[in-house]
Every structure is written in C-alpha cells, then in structure tokens.
C-alpha cells in the first residue's frame, strides 16, 4: 500500500511534465504558426503592393504610348494634308488676276500658317529626336522657341560623351517631352523673361536642368493632383516611366528644376 501512495505522486508529477511539455510544445507550435502566418501575408502584401505598382506602370506606360501614336497621327496629317494643301494654295496665287502686292501679302500670310503648322507638327512628332538624338532635337526646339518667342530670352548649354550610347528611344523622348512640359508651365505661369538650359549626357546617364527667372514655384503632391495640372501630371508620368528623379528648387528670383536619370537604373 504504501508503495503505491508513493507511485501516485510520482506518476502525478510525471504527467505534470508531460502536460507542461506539451503545453509548451503547443504554445511554441501557436506562435511558430503565427510568425509563418504573418511572414507570409506580409508576403503577399507585398506582392499585391507590387502587382498594383505594376499595373500602375503598365496603364502609365498604355496611356503614354497611346498619347505619342495620336500625336504621331496629327502630325502626319498637319504635315501630309494640311501643309501640302497650303502650298498648293500658295502655288496658286501666281494664276490670280490681282497685283503684285496682293499677291505678296496672300503668300506671306500664307506662309506664316505653313511655319505654323511645319512647327506644331515638329512639337507633336519631333523627327530629329530619332534620326539625331536629343541634344540636336533639345538644340532644334530651343531655337524655334526662340524664334517665336520675342519676349523670353532662351539659352542652351549641351554636353554630350561621344561613347554615351545607353539612351534609349524611350529615354530620349521621355526626357524630350518632360521639357516641353516644363517651357510649357514657365511660360504659362512664371513671367520669365529668360530660360536656361543644361543638359548633359554621358554613360552614367541624363541630367537636364532647367532654370528661369520668373515666379518661383515648387509643386506640392496636392498641386499635382489637381484636374488642371495636366502638366504637371505629364511631368511626374514622364519621370516615373523612365525611372528618373525630379528636383525643384526655389531661387531668388525663379525656380529651378533638376531631372537625373541614371542608366544603371533602367537597365538593372
């Protein structure tokens, strides 16, 4: 009998330890299975973060690309039948019965609207972008905007590696057209009367700056979503498509506005 009283606080701790030890083993298993569960929701959520980025990119990437073959097609038809139906018209004023001053005046307001429409064509299908590369399209659209623009003085400073040869089509144009939207916004809004611009490419990449002396401006993220900030939109599409980076910065007078792209970046 009293071997047994004995056994019976003995097999009594015994499953006091096994009761604890699974218990243990039970609680550990809970929180392993906790931390597995949490490391992979965090995972998906990444990688729903990620699928939304990409969606994102791709319907940026959709409507950009979707913007240039319209563009494309209005400058086709401005410079194929508009143009071409301006210069017959042109041509045709030799067989009118009117004086030569007549005439004189018919041809010059004829051939303002030609330079119009050669010069819209240009800004929506810049040719010279593919068949010479940005520096010589950056140089060609600063002059025209000179040329038009008496009240502005425009400048340009270019510096190009003759072994840079990592720019892309997409880069080139990216980097072309966020430009026009920065001329575009100084001269809407700034009141400048001069507009500076540096551009250097090399085998490490682009960076363009653009400065002027008007109204300083740095856009807030509430400025950017705005319905009518259709530039400013354009900008930040532009700089996210290609990976590059946007810098403004406020001068006394004016602003002045960085863009950095890194050709590592786009490659990697």
Excluded: C
Excluded at 24 to 51: G, P
Excluded at 103 to 112: A, D, M, P, S, T
Excluded at 139 to 163: C, E, H, R, W, Y
Excluded at 208 to 223: M, R
Aim: glycine share 4%; aromatic share 4%.
């Amino acid at each position: 009998m009293r071997n047994m009283a004995q056994q019976v606080p003995s097999n009594l701790g015994f499953l006091l330890i096994i009761a604890s030890l699974a218990m243990f083993i039970l609680a550990l298993s809970i929180i392993v299975f906790a931390v597995l569960y949490q490391q992979k929701m965090r995972r998906k959520k990444q990688e729903m973060v990620q699928l939304e980025l990409n969606y994102k990119n791709d319907l940026v990437q959709a409507i950009l690309d979707a913007k240039e073959i319209e563009q494309r097609r209005i400058a086709i038809e401005l410079h194929d039948d508009i143009g071409s139906s301006l210069t017959a018209l042109k041509l045709s004023f030799a067989s009118l019965p009117i004086d030569d001053n007549e005439r004189k005046f018919l041809n010059e307001g004829v051939q303002i609207s030609i330079n119009k429409i050669r010069s819209l064509s240009n800004r929506l299908l810049p040719t010279i972008l593919e068949e010479l590369g940005l520096i010589p399209a950056v140089k060609s659209l600063i002059n025209t905007l000179a040329q038009q623009i008496s009240n502005v003085d425009f400048s340009v400073i270019a510096v190009n590696d003759p072994k840079s040869n990592s720019q892309t089509r997409e880069v080139n144009l990216a980097v072309y057209r966020i430009l026009q939207e920065l001329i575009n916004n100084i001269l809407k809004y700034a009141e400048a009367t001069n507009i500076e611009i540096t551009l250097e490419q090399n085998e490490e990449g682009i960076q363009l700056s653009v400065t002027d002396n008007g109204i300083g401006f740095i856009p807030t993220k509430e400025d950017k979503l705005k319905s009518q900030s259709l530039g400013l939109k354009n900008i930040e599409s532009r700089s996210q498509q290609i990976d590059a980076q946007i810098e403004y910065e406020l001068l006394k007078p004016g602003t002045k506005v960085v863009l950095k792209w890194k050709a590592k970046e786009i490659s990697e």
